[in-house]
């Protein structure tokens, strides 16, 4: 196990010192042994930038030419060798900015970044690596109207002619995702890493007051993908404006920040670990940083340190001085603390022996208790992930039995529309055949009397035609008198017969089709009426077996 100890460090020398502030970047420019320090609150916004040596523990303001930014605070600032850029923050009139600008760290000469695009305007948000001149933006708020951001950007500045003589140069284009999941809430003052293929971001201020702030989430660069993380162990109290680092690959280091339940700032240092997320105070010794938020941090790994942090700045109830706090994580720095002993004596010698007996013993017995504790932090976790699976079965099952639910109640209600429908059909076929036979009925008496008229007409045909041939008998003897009445009579006879006879070829033409009609029908509505008692019986016997088999799924449910 790693051990700490906290260093403050003063500058040796340097005819220059920064301004107490808060709100500014520190940079470690790491081919260059130098820190950089851009903007902040000081009495007002700053433009300045300062340079610490590394080497010689020196501070400097640095001279640049070009186009250099606004004065600024709560922006972003990152180290592209050889490179270094400013992005956002908020301006002198409290107002967020969204420019861009770059400085050449061998000539310190500033440019700014022309772009068509450009995201919302924002300070207190984040930016980091995603893709080898590419950087991810995010959340952040934009002031005046205080709206608080969740929105992902990307930059790339591939293309970028930095060797161009114009102070505004062209190249970098802005990209907005759209990333799924568990996207987080609006947020600003968060901490945010790059891990693993993704990003980290964890606190900061947000809108709602009833979700938590301090909870973790995970973005994967793969599939844009955000993701809540469960951690376990000492989780710090909701908090913004704190800063997080890296120590290793395996380990982040949570320090300080504005505590949204006490409202006050904090110096608490918290270690997060990547394998299993979880929480863990660490022993520090030495000076303890003051309380502080809206301070700047950078981890560094070169210069007779292996993973030191560094600590700027910041505010309290005040602004706090410009003395480095450097976390430092090798061992030997806390045994050179002691002083030189003396040579000891066989007494002494016997006692040490005993004691460093002793103590290895307890170093073991502390191993094996750290083992122990760390299979079961590992046993919780692998607990707790079942638990979540277990839930997210449950979950699934719920759906498909509510899913499944649905589709029985659609089916029994389409059984019973079916139903009704089949039933008012019936009841049509059983009106329409009492019609049928009501209208067969009548048309029963329209031909009986229709037969009775033909018999009556038939014996009337027979007088007429008796009365010809006793005319065509006597027409021989009849005298020409008798002649001109006989024509007379018979011309009125056949006068008056002629349109009785007309009348009654067309009635009984009528009547034919009328006949013809109803039996073609009748004969159409015996169809139907058999197919319809078919279909009852088709489906009568469908219904008992959704019947059947929806009691069954209720048993079997």
Known sequence: MSSFIWRKEKPSGGLHFPASREGHSLTYIHNASILLIFGGVVSNKSTDLYVYDLTHNQ?????????????????????????????????????????????????????????????????????????????????????????????????????????????????????????????????????????????????????????????????????????????????????????????????LFLFGGYDLKTNRAINESLILSTKDYYWSVPFIAGYQPQPRYNHAACAISSFGRENAIFILGGIENSFLQMDFYILDTQESLIGAEWEEAKEPSEMDKLTSDIASATILDQKKYMHSLDQQFNQERLACLQLDQEIKALEEDLKNANQVIEQEMAKQVAVMKDVDEEYTKNMKLVESLFLLVKTEQLLTREQENKIGLLENFIRDSHGCVIAFDKVFNVIAKANNDANEATDKQLLNLIEITKAEIEPIKDSLVQYMTASKKAFELINSFLLKNDADLETTRNNILAFSGDYENVIFETENDEMNM
């Not at 007051?209 to 994967?220: G, M, R």
């Not at 599939?223 to 809540?228: A, D, I, M, R, V």
């Open 59 to 251: 501070w400097k303001i640095q001279q640049t030419t070009g186009r250099p930014p606004s004065a600024r605070s709560y922006h972003s600032a990152f180290y592209d060798e050889p490179y270094f850029f400013i992005y956002a923050g908020q301006g002198d009139r409290g107002r967020s900015l969204g420019d861009f600008y770059v400085l050449n760290a061998k000539t310190w000469v500033w440019k700014k970044l022309f772009m068509l695009e450009t995201p919302h305007f924002r300070h207190h948000h984040s930016i980091n690596d995603m893709r080898i001149q590419e950087k991810l933006v995010f959340g952040g708020i934009c002031s005046p109207d205080g709206t608080l951001l969740n929105d992902l950007w990307t930059v790339n500045y591939s293309n970028v002619a930095f060797g161009s003589n114009l102070s505004e140069i062209p190249g970098a284009v802005w990209t907005q995702l759209k990333p799924k999941g568990e996207i987080p809430e609006g947020r600003c003052g968060h901490n945010a890493i790059t891990l693993n293929r993704g990003l980290m971001i964890y606190g900061g201020k947000i809108a709602n007051e009833k979700e938590d702030p301090a909870d973790l989430f995970y973005l994967n660069y793969d599939n844009l993908t955000w993701k809540k993380i469960t951690s376990l162990g000492k989780i710090p109290s909701p908090r913004a404006y704190a800063t997080m680092a890296q120590l290793d690959p395996d380990r």
